[in-house]
Nanobody
Framework: VQLQASGGELVQAGGSLGLSCVAS????????IGWFRQAPGKEREFVSL????????FYDDSVKGRFTISRDNARGTVDLQMNSLKPEDTAIYYC????????????????WGQGTQVTVSS
């Protein structure tokens, strides 16, 4: 499956931003989809994921209550709505997919998009 992430831009602290991940190539509903991020000089970290039918979602504690993940299997998209953004949210955000939830959650997803830059100014 091919993944294309978009929506990253420069935003002020306290603002909101929506990221989108569009998938193509294989049956979208076969995959758990997640968002990860990598800040300069840091390792890539888990942000959020959503299960195959969208009935369950998971978040890292650092974004819980501020970010919301959703998916539309008919359109092949997963969105990440980010509210109350903080400077420490600045990173390149990647979407990823795998058939297996645990593999994706551990950052070992089979498919990765190219990333979109989110910059939060203080």
């Amino acid at each position: 499956v091919q993944l294309q992430a978009s929506g990253g831009e420069l935003v002020q602290a306290g603002g909101s931003l929506g990221l989108s991940c569009v998938a193509s190539g294989r049956t979208f509903s076969n995959y758990v989809i997640g968002w990860f991020r990598q800040a300069p000089g840091k390792e890539r970290e888990f942000v959020s994921l959503i299960t195959w039918r969208g009935d369950s979602s998971f978040y890292d504690d650092s974004v819980k209550g501020r970010f919301t993940i959703s998916r539309d299997n008919a359109r092949g998209t997963v969105d990440l709505q980010m509210n109350s953004l903080k400077p420490e949210d600045t990173a390149i955000y990647y979407c990823a997919a795998d058939n297996t939830l645990t593999k994706l959650r551990e950052g070992r997803g089979r498919y990765w998009g190219q990333g979109t830059q989110v910059t939060v100014s203080s």
